[in-house]
C-alpha cells in the first residue's frame, strides 16, 4: 500500500464530487468551542460559536450524531444525497447524518449549538435515529415549545449583544441537561458496546460485536439503527472514514498508523472517495489548518461514539 501522507499533494486535483461549488475560504469562518459541563458529557460532545460574514457562504457538515443549533444571522439550506433540500430554521434540531451534507447560506451566519452522543440523542428525542435521520428540522417539532421560547430569547439577546456566543452554548447546554431523560439501561449497555466495538479497529469485525452483546444478530441490528441512524455495517464504514480523516489530518503519521490505513480500504482512491462522502473533504484538504470548525468535528476527543 503506498504512504498516504507522501501522496496527499498529488490527489489535490481530484474534485469534490457530490459537494460541486467551491467552499468558503476557511480562513473567514471563525468557531469558538466550549466544553459541555461534566454533568452533560455522556450526552454532547461539544457546544460551539460557529460565525462567518460573508455574503454567501458554501460549506460542508460532515456526517454526525445530530445537534440542537441555534440561528440568530444567515438563511439557507442544507443539500442531502436523497435530493432533498431542508432550510436552517431559527431554532433547528439537525437529526443524524448519514453522509456529508453541503450547505448555502446568505451570510452573515452565526450559529450556536451542541453535538449530541447517541445517548444524547435517544435521550433528548426519545427518536429512532435511523427513521429521522438527514433531516434538519424545526426544534420545536421534536422537543415542544419550551425549546421556542429559549431559543427565541437567546436569539433576541445575541443579536442586542446581550449574550455571548459562549453565553448561549452554555445556556442550550443547559436545556439539554434538565430535558434528557433515562432510557433502557440495556439499550444503553449496548450503546456501549457498539462504541467500543467501533474504536476496536477502521474495520471492526461485526462477529466482535455479536460476542459482546446481549442481544441476538437481529437484535443487534434493530438496535443499532434505532440509536444510531445506520446498520452496523454502514456505521463501521462511516466511522471508518471519520476516523481515517482524523488521522491524516494529523501533521505526521506513525509507521503504525500508516498500516492500519493501509489495511482499511482497497486502495489510496477508495480511501479517498470514502473521506469526500462522510466529510465532505479530500485528504489534501484535510490537512488546513485555517479549518476550524472540521478540525474538531473530526478530532478524536469528538468521536464519542469511537469509545471515548
Keep these: 500500500m503506498v504512504q498516504y501522507q507522501e501522496q496527499i499533494e498529488a490527489e489535490d486535483g481530484i474534485d469534490m464530487g ?17 466544553a459541555p459541563p461534566a454533568a452533560i458529557s455522556d450526552y454532547v460532545t461539544t457546544l460551539y460559536h460557529f460565525r462567518c460574514d460573508e455574503t454567501k457562504i458554501r460549506d460542508v457538515q460532515p456526517a454526525s450524531v445530530g445537534h440542537l443549533a ?3 444571522h444567515g438563511k439557507g439550506e442544507m443539500h442531502f444525497r436523497a435530493g432533498h433540500r431542508d432550510p436552517n430554521p431559527e431554532i433547528a434540531m439537525m437529526t443524524p447524518l448519514s453522509t456529508a451534507n453541503p450547505i448555502v ?4 451566519f452565526h450559529v450556536m449549538g451542541a453535538a449530541l452522543t447517541p445517548l444524547g440523542w435517544a435521550s433528548l428525542t426519545g427518536l429512532h435515529a435511523g427513521e429521522h435521520r438527514d433531516r434538519l428540522r424545526e426544534a420545536s417539532e421534536i422537543l415542544g ?8 430569547r437567546l436569539n433576541n439577546q445575541y443579536r442586542t449583544g446581550e449574550m455571548t456566543g459562549r453565553d448561549c452554548a452554555l445556556a442550550l447546554a443547559e436545556y439539554i441537561g434538565n430535558k434528557v431523560k433515562p432510557i433502557n439501561s440495556r439499550h444503553a449497555d449496548l450503546i456501549k458496546v457498539v462504541n467500543t466495538w467501533l474504536g476496536s479497529s477502521l474495520n ?32 463501521a464504514r462511516k466511522y471508518r472514514a471519520l476516523r481515517a480523516a482524523a488521522l491524516l489530518s ?3 503519521l506513525t509507521p503504525e498508523f500508516e498500516a492500519e490505513l493501509g489495511e482499511a480500504f482497497f486502495d489510496q482512491s477508495h480511501m479517498i472517495r470514502e473521506i469526500n462522502r462522510f466529510v465532505g473533504r479530500t485528504p489534501a484538504r484535510l490537512r488546513d489548518s485555517d479549518s476550524p470548525y472540521l478540525s474538531e468535528m473530526i478530532d478524536p476527543k469528538n468521536l464519542r461514539e469511537l469509545g471515548g
Design 204 to 235: 471492526p469485525d461485526l462477529s466482535d460485536l455479536l460476542e459482546r452483546a446481549a442481544y441476538s444478530e437481529r437484535q443487534v441490528q434493530r438496535l443499532t439503527e434505532r440509536y444510531f441512524g445506520l446498520s452496523p455495517q454502514a456505521l
Design 250 to 252: 494529523f501533521p505526521s
Design 145 to 152: 415549545d419550551d425549546v421556542v421560547k429559549l431559543g427565541e
Design 18 to 34: 457530490e459537494i460541486g461549488f467551491e467552499l468558503t475560504e476557511s480562513s473567514l469562518i471563525f468557531v469558538d468551542y466550549i
Design 70 to 72: 441555534i440561528f440568530p
Design 105 to 108: 447560506v446568505d451570510g452573515p
